[in-house]
């Protein structure tokens, strides 16, 4: 009973966090996408050429890797357990995934913007909220 609660209180956040960063559903204010430019130029500023090619690899490649290389060593290693964990892992992640798009279209959170030609950023056409790699995280957290 106490998992239904917690289950219910953490959507309860996300919709509400949802609403207030959403600019189709009453978030109006420039502060939060000025407070977006601030956070990522503190970012970017404290790069090398080294850190770069990593995080673009990571951020490409990552999730994937960390995931599968997760669910075969569970399937291979821990027994029925670990099998049994890796496929809600993966019936997770089936779920999980259109869930996000639809959110990210629902919301409508727009991407920080880069403020000048020196930011290192990939141009991505979806929109920023809820983050992905965030949600397969927790996802993932969630079921181990």
Request: charge should be neutral; charged fraction near 10%.
């Amino acid at each position: 009973m106490n998992y239904i609660l917690i289950l219910i209180i953490c959507i309860s956040i996300f919709i509400i966090i949802g609403i207030l960063v959403s600019p189709k559903l009453g978030y109006q204010d420039s502060s939060l996408v000025m407070q977006d430019v601030t956070i990522s130029s503190i970012i970017n500023n404290s790069h090398s050429s080294q850190i770069d090619d990593f995080m673009i690899f990571m951020s490409m490649y990552g999730r994937e890797i960390v995931w599968v290389a997760v669910i075969v060593f569970l399937s291979i290693f821990a027994g029925w357990k670990g099998r049994k964990i890796a496929l809600i892992l993966i019936i997770s992640f089936l779920i999980i995934m259109p869930l996000n798009t639809f959110f990210k279209n629902f919301f409508e959170r727009l991407r920080p913007t880069p403020v000048s030609q020196e930011i290192h950023v990939s141009q991505e056409t979806d929109f920023a909220y809820p983050s992905g790699h965030a949600s397969i995280v927790i996802a993932g957290a969630i079921t181990m």
